[in-house]
């Protein structure tokens, strides 16, 4: 069945420095990459999403990167500040099934 | 526009007991779903709907019903709740298909006891 791996679980930077995370996908059929970021207490939010027609997307600090052949996908922050301390989490979409299977999440903290 | 509005915020059932978590979107979105998000995990589908009328099973469906009479609500009902019930709901929706960017409610806690 489809499976979302994600590392690391846990991730601690200096302020300024990057943060990358990284997914692995089983589902073959998967065309959707969704990443979402969670506050302590709050909804999750999308922050960026990626299509498999797609290798590479960029909003600002944030940007998504997608291997098809290796099945992985990656979100890269750069410049991080304690404002994106959070848990992330990555999704993925099967054109077979239409349901969105998310990772376990990554806690973030970015220290001052 | 308020969103994906979800009630109660939180709440405690004694087991046995059953409830129903509301959600409603302002939205004029055609998918709708539930999750639900264990201490320290990701998000696992209860429930999810394509359009008023039709509802269909997710990842972890048992303990669980729904229905979805209009465009707007998407209810989720807890018959004889159980202490591994205990867990934050989440609904959400989304335009049209799932690969469209999903918007979620504030959850509802929810502890069985």
């Known amino acids: 069945g489809e499976n979302v791996e994600q590392h690391p679980s846990t991730l601690s930077v200096q302020e300024g420095d990057s943060a990358v995370i990284k997914c692995t996908y089983s589902?073959?059929?998967?065309?959707?990459f969704p990443w979402y970021k969670q506050e302590l207490g709050k909804r999750p939010q999308l922050i960026i999403d990626?299509?498999?027609?797609?290798g590479e997307k960029k909003d600002q600090r944030i940007a998504v990167t997608l291997n098809k052949t290796a099945k992985h996908f990656s979100l890269h922050i750069t410049e991080t500040q304690p404002e994106d301390s959070a848990v992330y989490f990555c999704a993925d979409l099967s054109y077979n099934t239409d349901k969105l299977i998310f990772g376990t999440g990554t806690r973030l903290q970015v220290f001052p | 526009n308020a969103g994906v509005t979800q009630t109660p915020k939180f709440h405690i059932l004694k087991i046995g007991q059953s409830m129903t978590l509301q959600c409603t979107q302002d939205?004029?979105?055609?998918?709708m779903y539930w999750y639900r998000q264990d201490p320290g995990m990701g998000l696992k589908l209860i429930y999810y709907s394509v359009g008023a009328g039709i509802t269909d099973k997710g990842e972890v469906p048992n303990g669980y019903n729904v229905s979805r009479s209009t465009t707007e609500d998407f209810p989720l009902r807890l018959e004889l709740a159980a202490p591994s019930q205990t867990s934050v709901y989440f609904c959400?929706?989304?335009?049209?298909?799932?690969?469209?960017?999903?918007?979620f409610g504030d959850g509802t806690r929810l502890s069985i006891l």
């Open positions: 990626i299509r498999s027609n797609v």
């Open positions: 939205m004029n979105h055609n998918y």
């Open positions: 589902d073959s059929a998967s065309n959707y």
């Open positions: 959400a929706s989304s335009y049209s298909a799932g690969n469209q960017p999903q918007h």
